[in-house]
């Protein structure tokens, strides 16, 4: 049997508007909103590098220069800081124009999550790839997009990567149905949903924003109808591909239990700071011990 082909191109979409951070992202994209600090549009890109995913492309809209301009070398700033000694703020600024072979392509009319991965089919090809999206940041000691990898490498196809939530939660996400595998962590897909009612859905298994999706996604996707909310969705695509194998192959998730940091809304965001921040060695020790006193005193004064 021919050997599948190895994964080695993700894809970012980043066209979307980040309405629910205005005013501050009327100027700047929402993916370049720092964590901690650093954007959190890298924090992406070196998941996917870490997978062994270097070629890179991104999917943006207007106004999204800051993105390219992020990853692409800064020669006057590393001018600068080369002339003050600074070999530590230096490394920093390079590597993220050092991190991967980075392309990119505008989405144009935003037509949703579909149409987004859609954008990115002449730079795919025929291969799979994975897709990743911005306001999900998976921890790097929990390598999600590695297992979801190996998990296609396995059995074809295409991978979500799927969570737990609670029930009267399900109708902010996709949803899958599964079914058990003989692995623990590894289901298999026999429908999705976009957001739907909890008193309709198939489980509390939610998709998250992790996808390694077979080439003939493509081809579903250029017949695929808006969905909800008049966009093209990725989910109305891959419950196809879930119903009928002959399409591209079985679709299963991973169910991942690990550490996720969701940027998508403002507390969510605030609260990924909090935790990220108070596990770095450089300032988790004293923002620690800012954070215990500082809610320490809101509960007595509280």
């Not at 951070?21 to 994209?29: D, N, V």
């Not at 020669?75 to 703020?89: M, V």
């Not at 999706?213 to 109808?225: C, H, K, S």
């Not at 996720?260 to 923002?287: K, M, N, Q, S």
């Amino acid at each position: 049997m021919a050997s599948r082909p190895t994964i080695s191109k993700a894809v970012i979409p980043a066209a979307g508007l980040g309405t629910r951070f205005l005013p501050a992202t009327k100027a700047t994209p929402k993916e370049m909103l720092p964590v901690v600090d650093k954007p959190a549009i890298q924090y992406v890109v070196e998941e996917a590098v870490s997978a062994g995913l270097d070629d890179v492309l991104m999917i943006t809209g207007r106004n999204k220069r800051p993105l390219e301009d992020h990853f692409d070398r800064n020669y006057e700033l590393e001018s600068a800081l080369q002339k003050k000694g600074d070999a530590s703020r230096l490394a920093k600024v390079q590597e993220s124009s050092d991190l991967a072979t980075m392309h990119y392509v505008r989405q144009g009319d935003p037509k949703g999550l579909g149409h987004a991965v859609l954008c990115a089919a002449p730079h795919v090809g025929h291969e799979p790839f994975a897709v990743l999206l911005g306001d999900d940041l998976i921890d790097p000691r929990d390598p999600l997009l590695q297992r979801m990898i190996e998990v296609q490498e396995q059995h074809g196809g295409s991978v979500i990567a799927l969570m737990e939530v609670a029930p009267e939660q399900i109708h902010l996400y996709g949803c899958a149905a599964v079914e058990a595998t003989a692995e623990g962590d590894v289901v298999k897909i026999s429908g999705l949903v976009e957001k739907p009612d909890p008193a309709d859905a198939p489980s509390n298994y939610a998709v998250i924003g992790r996808y390694v999706l077979a080439p003939q996604i493509f081809g579903v996707l250029r017949e695929t109808e808006p969905g909800r909310g008049g966009e093209i969705q990725l989910t109305d695509a891959l419950q196809q591909l879930a119903t009928d194998e002959k399409l591209g192959g079985p679709v299963h998730g991973v169910v991942f239990r690990g550490r996720r940091y969701d940027t998508g809304d403002r507390g969510d965001y605030l609260r990924a700071i909090v935790r990220l921040a108070c596990e770095r060695e450089d300032l988790g020790p004293e923002f620690r011990t800012w954070l215990r006193g500082y809610v320490g005193q809101e509960l007595t004064e509280g």
